[in-house]
């Protein structure tokens, strides 16, 4: 299984961005989709999840602004992110599969906001 994300990119505070993942087979109907993001010097955070249920959970920093969605058709999940800060700056990463840090990985695609 292989993950594709993309989407990132340099944006003005308050503006959005929209990341799409896509997997090389149809893992996303069997297995949880997760967003997580790591800035430089800390943690890996837990962005978003869908379920294949389609059960959405977010972490509290990004409640109101990220919407995780997802295209069983076409094998991929977006995070439509929206009124972005500063501090939402980091590496994005797709996951599926077993829980982390097991599973399988995107390869990152980097989200830069500036003030």
């Known amino acids: 299984v292989q993950l594709q994300a993309s989407g990132g990119g340099l944006v003005q505070a308050g503006g959005s961005l929209r990341l799409s993942c896509t997997a090389s087979g149809s893992i996303f109907v069997v297995f949880p989709v997760n967003w997580y993001r790591q800035a430089p010097g800390k943690q890996r955070e837990l962005v978003a999840s869908?379920?294949?249920?389609?059960?959405?959970n977010y972490a509290d920093s990004v409640k109101g602004r990220f919407t995780i969605s997802r295209n069983n058709a076409r094998d991929t999940v977006y995070l439509q992110m929206g009124n972005l800060k500063p501090e939402d700056t980091a590496a994005y990463y797709c996951h599926t599969g077993p829980s982390a840090p097991g599973g399988y990985w995107g390869q990152g695609t980097l989200v830069t906001v500036s003030s």
């Open positions: 869908i379920t294949s249920g389609g059960t959405t």
